[in-house]
């Protein structure tokens, strides 16, 4: 596992030309209007690490480039030491997923280089593995809007971590999504935050007590990044929170924003914001490392 320090997207749905977005040590945050492209970015970097089961290859490339008569598509991502990850796909404007040339390519941190085709990628799929494993791709990019839906993200990370059947891993994720909770809502008839055998939510509630959507959209935060932090106990890979705080009132935003501050003090993580006020809060902390503005 490497730092990562940049996405470059290029004519990736709504990206059109190329964009590449550095970051921080610690906390970057992105903020960029409603409707242009927080979620975008996740769905750049899971394609990218996962190709075409990722993400419908017909669509994802950006309309306006197609309509001038088709698009090369790329995401890359670049890691600490030298090491890149990347895919690119041509997509002519008359033609369907089957007619894009889809490829990959790679650096690793040695500096040796190679290329190839999907049917052909077991050298990506070993440096993908190393640099950004696959538990950690499912688990770390989370989308505050998605939790109530139920993305299964979660579920996949376990399958793949390997460790959710024969280790502590299930009882330490519990122990860190419980903290969690809290420490943002202390005073919740929620009690205990925990995951069932194949790592669905689970919450515990005092009987007769009553508790509040914003509460259980907290639960399910905490769910996903007790995960997080239980797996990857080393702290390497990168977290992408994308709205986290969503569906949350100011005074909860204000308590779990502090207390994921302080959960992930250390670690990489990633904000994809539209909220002015939040983004207003996180430099109030003083936590932000580095920060990034997109408008268009």
Request: hydrophobic fraction near 40%.
């Amino acid at each position: 596992m490497a730092v990562l320090r940049s996405i470059t997207m290029r004519n990736y749905r709504r990206y059109q030309g190329e964009v590449e977005l550095e970051l921080g040590d610690d906390v970057t945050v992105i903020s960029m209007p409603l409707g242009n492209g927080k979620t975008t970015v996740l769905e750049a970097i899971t394609w990218c690490l996962f190709g075409s089961g990722a993400a419908d290859t017909s669509e994802i490339a950006n309309a306006q480039e197609m309509c001038r008569g088709g698009a090369e598509v790329m995401v890359a991502l670049g890691f600490e030491g030298g090491a890149r990850l990347e895919r690119s796909a041509s997509c002519p404007a008359d033609g369907g997923a089957e007619a894009q040339n889809i490829r990959w390519s790679l650096v690793d941190q040695n500096g040796k280089a190679a290329q190839g085709r999907p049917n052909d990628e077991d050298e990506f799929i070993d440096l993908q593995e190393e640099l950004f494993p696959n538990a950690c791709a499912y688990s770390n990019l989370v989308s505050g809007p998605g939790l109530m839906g139920g993305s299964g993200r979660i579920e996949k990370a376990v399958m793949a971590s390997g460790e959710w059947c024969c280790t502590d891993l299930p009882l330490r994720a519990g122990a860190q999504a419980t903290a969690l909770f809290f420490e943002a809502c202390p005073s919740s008839m929620i009690d205990l935050v925990a995951y069932d055998p194949i790592g669905r939510p689970e919450v515990g509630i005092d009987p007769g007590g009553e508790v509040e959507a914003q509460e259980v959209q907290m639960a399910l935060l905490a769910h996903s990044l007790g995960f997080i932090k239980a797996h990857d106990r080393d702290g390497n890979c990168p977290i992408f929170l994308d709205d986290p705080f969503h569906g949350m009132g100011a005074e909860l935003k204000g308590r779990a924003l502090r207390a994921m501050l302080n959960f992930f003090e250390g670690r990489q993580v990633i904000f994809l914001l539209s909220d002015p006020s939040e983004v207003e809060a996180l430099r109030a902390a003083g936590a932000v490392d580095k920060e990034l503005e997109i408008w268009g």
